[in-house]
Nanobody, 114 residues
Framework: VQLQASGGGLVQAGGSLTLSCAAS????????MRWYRQTPGDVRVFVAV???????NLGDAVWGRSTISRDNFKNTMYLRINNLTSEDTAVYYC?????????WGQGTQVTVSS
């Protein structure tokens, strides 16, 4: 299975954006899907997770202003973040549990301008 993250870009502070993570290939048995983010010199930080059945959890950094969702027919996960601040500037990565491994996609850059 391969993951393709998209939706990043330059956004003004206070704005919103929606990131997408599309799975392709042998994607029928994808379980949990997650978002992480990373800034230069730092480790990847957990952002959000959604299971195949739709259970969700959000990380502290986006709690209360984000929604994670997925469309199992399209094999796509979404992350909407509202009220963006400069602290949300990062490369956002998605991953997915597929059979016995966790697969990562490439990142999508989000830059928030103040």
């Amino acid at each position: 299975v391969q993951l393709q993250a998209s939706g990043g870009g330059l956004v003004q502070a206070g704005g919103s954006l929606t990131l997408s993570c599309a799975a392709s290939g042998n994607s029928a048995n994808i379980d949990a899907m997650r978002w992480y983010r990373q800034t230069p010199g730092d480790v990847r930080v957990f952002v959000a997770v959604i299971t195949r059945s739709g259970s969700t959890n959000l990380g502290d950094a986006v709690w209360g202003r984000s929604t994670i969702s997925r469309d199992n027919f399209k094999n796509t996960m979404y992350l909407r973040i509202n009220n963006l601040t400069s602290e949300d500037t990062a490369v956002y990565y998605c991953n997915a549990d597929h059979e016995d491994e966790t697969v990562w996609g490439q990142g999508t850059q989000v830059t928030v301008s103040s």
